[in-house]
């Protein structure tokens, strides 16, 4: 059996940036210097995992994570199988001003990964720095990853950016769902953040088979007479990819696609082999549930297992 080797850092990470050494942090997010200061403090997360098939199962072979990132429970399901499932957690309120987030996952070959988080992405308020969330997962051949996080939500006042890519080796098997708020809703916080951008890529090979990228600032853009959102405050795309969905797999996904009203949606195949699905809707739980009914629709056949659940 191989090692777990696990790295824990405590304390918070900052660094004093200026406007010569911020960039290579940043990755591309805008960055303003405090004007009282001339400085801006940042503070970087990191949380890292690798997963290995050990005597028929998925194992967690090596992990490390800096405050506020942190795992919060890997658990196998029910049946018995050959899947491990991890909830990760931010134990802070929230992204805040200035904070840069990044993970990496590895998969090794003919693992099985359920993975999700305890609460919901919180941009919160960046008077002077931007925020950023990175996520990068490299799957092996045969590896499958069931990602499902819970909503990003951008609160009043807030610019911040979301990246998510994916590798994927020969015959691996994704299923992402990437949920979005327009704030905090129940609060009558609608669209009243500065900026928002998100970009999420799927590579299967060399082969670009995804490269979705979303941006909207309300100010300017005034969401509420766009054509993309409608009057709609919630957005979800799930991507699919796995060999053999074709056009009969994309018909069982469209027969369950609920029709207008609280939600609408729309599924297309992707020109590299996959499913991706759109959803407008007003609350983040029905697009939650609707995106796991849609994968489950697919999961029995493609993996030989029962409907996938997330119990928090």
């Known amino acids: 059996m191989l090692p777990l080797r696990i790295c824990i850092h405590t304390p918070m990470s900052t660094e004093q940036l200026t406007a010569t050494n911020s960039s290579s942090y940043l990755h591309g997010?805008?960055?303003?210097?405090?004007?009282?200061t001339g400085e801006a403090v940042i503070r970087r997360s990191e949380l890292q995992a690798s997963f290995a098939l050990q005597?028929?199962?998925t194992v967690m072979t090596d992990r490390y994570y800096s405050a506020p990132l942190r795992f919060s429970r890997s658990f196998r399901p029910p049946g018995g199988g050959d899947e491990l499932c991890v909830y990760t957690s931010d134990v802070s309120?929230?992204?805040?001003?200035?904070?840069?987030?990044?993970?990496?996952?590895?998969?090794?070959?003919?693992?099985?990964?359920?993975?999700?988080?305890?609460?919901a992405t919180r941009l919160h308020p960046t008077p002077t720095v931007p925020s950023s969330v990175n996520h990068h997962f490299r799957l092996e051949q045969g590896a499958v990853l069931e990602y499902?996080?819970?909503?990003?939500i951008p609160f009043k006042g807030s610019s911040s950016s979301l990246t998510t890519t994916f590798e994927l080796g020969e015959q691996a098997i994704l299923a992402y769902a990437?949920?979005?708020?327009?704030?905090?809703?129940?609060?009558g916080e609608v669209f009243q953040f500065k900026r928002y951008r998100s970009l999420t890529e799927i590579w299967q090979g060399k082969q670009l088979a995804v490269w979705d990228r979303f941006g909207l600032e309300p100010e300017p853009d005034d969401p509420k007479s766009s054509a993309a959102l409608l009057n709609y405050t919630h957005t979800a795309a799930l991507w699919m990819i796995a060999p053999g969905l074709g056009a009969a797999q994309l018909e069982s996904v469209r027969s369950i696609l609920p029709p207008d009203g609280r939600m609408l949606a729309g599924a297309s195949l992707l020109t590299t082999g996959g499913i991706g699905v759109r959803l407008l809707g007003m609350?983040?739980?029905?697009?939650?549930?609707?995106?796991?009914?849609?994968?489950?629709?697919?999961?029995?056949?493609?993996?030989?297992?029962?409907?996938?659940?997330?119990?928090?």
């Open 93 to 119: 309120p929230g992204v805040l001003n200035g904070d840069h987030y990044r993970s990496k996952w590895q998969l090794g070959q003919n693992t099985h990964l359920m993975l999700s988080s305890t609460s």
């Open 29 to 36: 997010v805008e960055h303003r210097l405090n004007r009282s």
């Open 55 to 57: 005597g028929g199962r």
């Open 283 to 312: 609350a983040a739980w029905e697009l939650q549930e609707k995106c796991l009914q849609i994968w489950n629709t697919l999961r029995s056949d493609l993996l030989g297992k029962p409907n996938l659940i997330f119990r928090k």
């Open 148 to 152: 499902f996080p819970e909503c990003v």
């Open 178 to 187: 990437d949920i979005w708020s327009a704030g905090r809703i129940h609060r």
